[in-house]
């Protein structure tokens, strides 16, 4: 294999491993997606790079609030029946399917988001956190929505050709 490893005859330690570090650390510290983890009560727990870059919160910030932090004060009711329900059944509607939200920065500014969940299950199987993996999409839901308007306009400038 030219440049690279051949997992066929490369110990599996070598590839579960990058710069001396496990694999999944390097991964969750260098991607560009925002990486949260929450408990069972909705206190954040783990806060990536990436979401320190999205959401304008320091690590050290984040680590020990709620998701209210990131969440819209009107959406915060809705999210947090639908959290209870998922802590206390251990089940979820989300799992596999991408969500889109607003978000809250540290500034105040909404920002549009897609993320999808895990759910983190203790050594007794119950739900012990929730772990997401988010995006910021704003720039393209703004010019998602400039496209709809901008439709709507030549829409209106053809009826009122056909109707002129």
């Given at each position: 294999?030219?440049?690279?490893?051949?997992?066929?005859?490369?110990?599996?330690s070598v590839l579960e491993q990058v710069g001396g570090r496990p694999l999944e650390v390097a991964l969750v510290e260098g991607t560009?997606?925002?990486?949260?983890?929450?408990?069972?009560?909705?206190?954040?727990?783990?806060?990536?790079?990436?979401?320190?870059?999205?959401?304008?919160?320091?690590?050290?910030?984040?680590?020990?609030?709620?998701?209210?932090?990131?969440?819209?004060?009107?959406?915060?009711?809705?999210?947090?029946?639908?959290?209870?329900?998922?802590?206390?059944?251990?089940?979820?509607?989300?799992?596999?399917?991408?969500?889109?939200?607003?978000?809250?920065?540290?500034?105040?500014?909404?920002?549009?988001?897609?993320?999808?969940?895990?759910?983190?299950?203790?050594?007794?199987?119950?739900?012990?956190?929730?772990?997401?993996?988010?995006?910021?999409?704003?720039?393209?839901?703004?010019?998602?929505?400039?496209q709809q308007r901008r439709l709507a306009e030549l829409e209106r400038e053809v009826a009122d050709l056909r109707g002129g």
């Amino acid at each position: 294999m030219a440049g690279g490893l051949d997992p066929a005859t490369t110990p599996r330690s070598v590839l579960e491993q990058v710069g001396g570090r496990p694999l999944e650390v390097a991964l969750v510290e260098g991607t560009d997606h925002a990486v949260v983890v929450a408990d069972a009560d909705g206190v954040i727990r783990f806060w990536n790079p990436a979401a320190e870059t999205m959401f304008g919160h320091a690590r050290a910030d984040a680590v020990g609030r709620t998701l209210d932090l990131i969440i819209p004060e009107k959406l915060r009711g809705r999210h947090w029946e639908g959290y209870g329900h998922v802590m206390a059944t251990g089940e979820t509607a989300y799992a596999g399917r991408t969500l889109a939200v607003p978000a809250e920065r540290a500034d105040g500014t909404r920002i549009s988001v897609e993320f999808t969940v895990t759910l983190l299950h203790g050594d007794d199987g119950a739900v012990a956190a929730i772990a997401a993996v988010i995006r910021d999409v704003t720039a393209q839901w703004e010019e998602r929505r400039a496209q709809q308007r901008r439709l709507a306009e030549l829409e209106r400038e053809v009826a009122d050709l056909r109707g002129g």
